[in-house]
């Protein structure tokens, strides 16, 4: 494992459900045709689950029919090969935190590299971003209507993407529809993909709380519902840490905050209409305002 490469080796690694830590940490594979990323062709990066290291850029990837997410080709430097102690495989880990991957077959003939970086969906993220190298950073936060929470922190500095979703409830694969009956559990999220060298945990988290009301209970504004509710998800225990320093700041100055934080689990992306909404429809927010509160 080397963090040479990269500045913020202090970035904390992220918290891994079980079935991503049997395959990320106990070199696992997931089961053939079922994972997320198997049949996914947006462009893009994939970043590592556990660190966000970028490892394979969506040019690299080819439809392979071999029931795993398929590249044939790295970012430099990024992947780690290893024989396997199988005797005939190689292994391929993340360069810079050693989670497993899967493997790397050559002299298969499927593309002209000749080279099937053959990975686990649960093993990595996507990000609609073109990213160089490096390691990026997830924050994931729920605060009313998705579509004002990501106008806003699409465009603060060192944020790379911000995808609306839901997360936080009980159904698989949830449509939008679904999560506004208030049945599934879910809120309407957002999930960030920020560049560490350029901005923090922190300062994404108290955007957050200034961007939204913390202290509507189960709506915001003239969003009404459970699905709207104010809720940071935490992807480690520095974030969580993170959270409740900032939500207790704000209590002391007499702001009753009412924000959840809770650790983060599936995270959905929602329907492509619901991506960059206001950019899209150049419009702006009805639902969200910059208070200052810090
Ligand atoms: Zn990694």
Redesign the pocket.
Known sequence: MSTESFSQDKLSFNNLSKQESSVINNKGTEMPFTGKYTTFYEKGTYV?K??G?ALFMSSSKFKSDCGWPSFDDEIKGAVSKYPDPDGMRTEIE?A??G?HLGHVFTGEGLTAKNVRNCVNSVSIDFVPAQLEAGRYGTAIFAGGCFWGVEYFLQKAPGVISVTSGFTGGHVKNPTYEQVCTGNTGHAEAVKIIYDPEKTSYEKLLRLFLEIHDPTQVGRQGPDIGDQYRSEIFYLNDDQKKIAEKDIALLKEKGIKVVTAVTKASDFYDAEKYHQDYYFKNGKTPYCHAYTQRF
Do not use: D, R
């Open positions: 590592c556990k660190c290291a993340c810079n935190c989670a």
